[in-house]
């Protein structure tokens, strides 16, 4: 369900909750100002292209998305890639990246993956989220200490060169990037701004300094970037190509994944706050509207964003309406102070986005989860965060789910379970066959768990050495949850092997799902007739009756008659149908 029309259904627009709700929206929106200008130019955007971006992405997911409080615009996440982007393709090429992860992202809504974006291993999503962090780290090097730009080239490489020339720090700038760092730090226990943004504290309160002394060679948003225009921008289509669209899948495809995990992400934070439960397709819609609408107003790739939804709930943000007031907030700020903004210290914000890089990295979280985790996550952990770093965001995401993926099909393939039941633990099935004992030369397995690719080598070794030679084998199937294609056939060459050595084969108690496949499989046809029972009880009876007919081991080339002769029933009609 649409995230508005839920909370107006539980009557979150009422007049006793406006007012709530708008001072929510106007506090998240001074303090997505820093934070959108400096996600923009580390982005390789301009400053007010965040504010754009922020402005459209914030009404938009407010407005179609499936959470009631969720806050979205740029984000930190974004960084790594949406740098490599521009630097490769130019700002007009993230824009039509970013279109297309719109359009990706409303597809995957529509067709219901939103569940299966939340199955992203918890050692993965924090390996990569450190690793981003780091990234963002250093990437403010050269704007928190007034370094000169360096070659860019592996992140290795950028770090190496970039600790060769911090002797040659801007003493202006960096004292300036110290101070709004102390300031984004300390101002929440200083009486009187508790209750203001740190962020924006540090930006006015180094903006003023600065304006005070002007001192020399300081970068700010005026001079990197000539200002912010005072005014809204125009729509504008990108240029888009055949040959464009095809070189930029692969960073769309990226941008989309990371929004829909980062989106969701938020979303379950906000449902943890504000009691709510989100609507995880709906919410990959409403990105994807976002992303689709952003780039035609000038912005770029927007996600759910953590912090200001956190902000926004912690203030009284409880519907969409505090997601669209803090749209109309930035939107009377860049009309009224823009020209202020030109004055800003490109040192400042580097320092908001080392906060930003920190909480991103969650040390703490991250230390803890090396020291308690298993090994098996620890691994998977420390090279999805160390491929992040040196390597590139989407190979790490991509092995690191691999490699959990991996690990649990090792686990779960160890949890399938194949035991002959002795009579013991039969007597009260037995008792209710009036059976003191099994049939002589019935043998009984049970299985117990998945039988799928993973799980068939171990499968089939213990079906197969029954250490003894039965006349007839039952297996029951009640608690195999699924089987796939692999399990099927790995049972169908068991029946047969164990046919070729004369025993006859029963199979019993499949759940619907496993008995249909098993149908479709024509596994039954292999079978001799009536040698599948639903019941237990059934498939002893039809021992019973075996023995009675005088019990003896049956030939291979019996049993091929039989299957021969159940074909043709089979076959004959089917043909008469």
Not at 443 to 468: C, K
Not at 473 to 491: A, N
Not at 527 to 545: H, M, T, V
Request: hydrophobic share 55%.
């Amino acid at each position: 369900m649409i995230g508005i029309v839920a909370a107006h259904r539980a009557g979150l627009f009422a007049r006793s909750q406006l007012l709530r709700n708008v001072v929510a929206g106007v506090i998240v929106g001074v303090v997505a100002l820093p934070l959108a200008m400096a996600f923009a130019i580390a982005s390789g955007a301009r400053p007010e292209q965040g504010l754009y971006t922020a402005i459209v992405a914030g009404a938009l997911v407010s407005a179609c998305g499936g959470t009631r409080a969720q806050i979205a615009g740029p984000t930190g996440a974004f960084i790594a890639i949406l740098a490599g982007v521009t630097a490769r393709y130019g700002i007009d090429g993230l824009q039509v990246a970013t279109l297309m992860a719109g359009l990706m992202l409303v597809t995957m809504g529509f067709a219901g993956m939103g569940a299966v974006i939340r199955f992203i291993p918890a050692p993965v999503i924090v390996g990569f989220t450190a690793g981003i962090g780091v990234i963002i780290w250093v990437g403010q090097w050269k704007y928190f200490f007034g370094l000169h730009p360096v070659d860019a080239g592996h992140f290795h490489e950028k770090l190496w060169n970039l600790i060769q020339i911090l002797p040659q720090l801007h003493l202006a700038t960096t004292g300036l990037a110290v101070l709004s760092l102390l300031l984004v730090l300390l101002s929440p226990r200083i009486p009187g701004l508790r209750h203001v943004p740190g962020p924006l504290v540090a930006m006015v309160v180094t903006t003023v300094v600065y304006v005070v002394f002007r001192f020399d060679g300081v970068a700010t948003i005026g001079s990197a970037f000539g200002g912010i225009p005072q005014q809204l921008p125009g729509f504008k289509l990108p240029t888009v190509s055949l040959a464009r669209i095809v070189e930029l899948i692969s960073p769309a495809f990226t941008i989309a994944m990371l929004g829909a995990i980062e989106s969701l992400l938020s979303a379950v934070v906000a449902d943890g706050m504000a009691g709510t439960r989100h609507d995880s397709n709906q919410e990959l819609i409403g990105q994807g509207l976002a992303n689709i609408v952003a780039p035609l107003f000038g912005g770029f790739a927007a996600t759910g964003a953590i912090a200001r939804t956190a902000t926004s709930i912690r203030n009284g943000g409880s519907s969409p309406l505090a997601g669209i007031v803090h749209s109309i907030t930035l939107v009377l700020i860049v009309l009224a102070l823009a020209p202020l903004a030109a004055s800003v210290p490109l040192a400042a914000l580097a320092a908001i986005l080392f906060v930003v890089a920190y909480n991103m990295s969650e040390i703490k979280h991250f230390v803890r989860m090396v020291r308690r985790a298993p090994r098996a996550d620890v691994v998977i952990l420390v090279i999805t965060f160390l491929l992040t770093v040196f390597a590139d965001l989407v190979v790490a995401v991509n092995i690191g789910v691999i490699l959990a993926t991996m690990h649990f099909l090792r686990r779960m393939s160890s949890s399938v379970e194949v035991n002959p039941q002795t009579e013991k633990q039969l007597a009260q099935e037995l008792a209710e066959q009036g059976l003191p004992a099994l049939p002589p030369g019935v043998l009984v397995y049970g299985i117990e768990g998945p039988v799928f690719f993973g799980a068939v080598e171990n499968f089939e070794r213990a079906l197969i050495q029954t250490h003894t030679e039965p006349h007839i084998l039952i297996i029951r199937l009640r608690h195999v949850p699924f089987m796939d294609i692999t399990g099927i056939q790995t049972l169908e060459e068991v029946v047969r092997k164990m046919q070729a050595r004369g025993v006859r084969v029963l199979l019993c108690e499949a759940n619907e799902r496993v008995k249909a496949k098993l149908e479709k499989a024509d596994l039954f046809d292999v079978l001799g007739p009536s040698d599948y029972q639903q019941e237990f009880g059934a498939a002893l009876a039809r021992c019973k009756d075996e023995v009675a007919h005088g019990g003896r081991k049956r030939s291979a080339v019996t049993l091929q008659a039989e299957k021969l002769v159940n074909v043709s029933k089979h076959f004959f009609a089917n043909k008469h149908d």
